[in-house]
């Protein structure tokens, strides 16, 4: 027996089979149309288009969590390897024209996966510049060692104190030091020891460690 032709309508000429991926994305397209003004429409579809961009720049993590579609995770990861302006702004438009196709919930964990990133960044510049508070009121005074017992009681007491000491020294060093010796011009500041930098890793460590769990 021939087999029956697909159910369809025809849009511009153009045949679009009942149930198809292109019939249900028309479907939304006029519930849209019918719920929400042109003005709506294109702020509607400026803001997934930003959405979509966000995309791009969130960690593989967060992302595989989402669990989306995997032409629209495609669509992604190529704009992310394009160079060419104009070819990476006609593989955006095409991934804000896939976020068309997501539902709200859908629109809602995107949004949600983006401040928890934003937020994670925010909090890991707030330990970043703690731990260079802690350094210099470590190496300026001798009492924040009894204030830092409450963020790290464990440490390495022994290697703290000497840490101290010696970046101590090089600041000491680095101010009496003619500038000609430590190769220094005048209005440039003199470069810190090792003592200095390991300081800081080992505050930085210890803020890390006792960070809430995100």
């Known amino acids: ?7 369809g309508y025809f849009v511009r000429g153009h045949f679009v089979a009942y ?46 969590r989402l669990a989306l579609p995997d032409v629209l995770l495609e669509a992604v990861a190529e704009a992310k390897r394009i160079d060419d302006f104009e070819g990476r702004r ?4 095409y ?18 996966a983006v401040a928890e990133q934003h937020q994670g960044s925010a909090a890991e510049t707030q330990r970043l ?6 350094r210099e ?11 830092w017992r409450a963020i790290d009681p464990q440490a390495d ?16 060093s680095a101010t009496a030091a003619p500038a000609a ?8 500041t003199p470069r810190h020891g090792r003592a200095y930098r390991e300081l800081f890793q080992l505050v930085r460590a210890a803020l890390d460690a006792n960070a809430p769990a995100s």
Do not use: C, N, Y
């Open 1 to 7: 027996m021939p087999r029956k032709p697909p159910k």
């Open 95 to 112: 991934v804000g024209k896939l976020m068309r196709r997501l539902d709200e919930a859908q629109v809602a964990a995107i949004e949600a």
């Open 137 to 147: 009121r470590l190496i300026a005074d001798d009492a924040a060692l009894d204030d």
């Open 157 to 172: 007491w022994q290697r703290l104190r000497a840490l101290i000491r010696q970046a101590r020294k090089d600041a000491a």
């Open 19 to 64: 149930g198809s991926e292109e019939d249900a994305e028309l479907r939304r397209a006029a519930k849209w149309d019918a719920e929400f003004s042109k003005t709506d429409l294109k702020k509607r579809s400026a803001h997934l288009q930003a959405v979509g961009e966000q995309l791009l720049t969130l960690k593989a993590a967060l992302l595989q």
């Open 129 to 134: 510049h703690a731990a260079e508070r802690w």
């Open 181 to 188: 010796e430590m190769g220094t011009q005048a209005g440039h």
């Open 90 to 93: 006609r593989q955006l438009q």
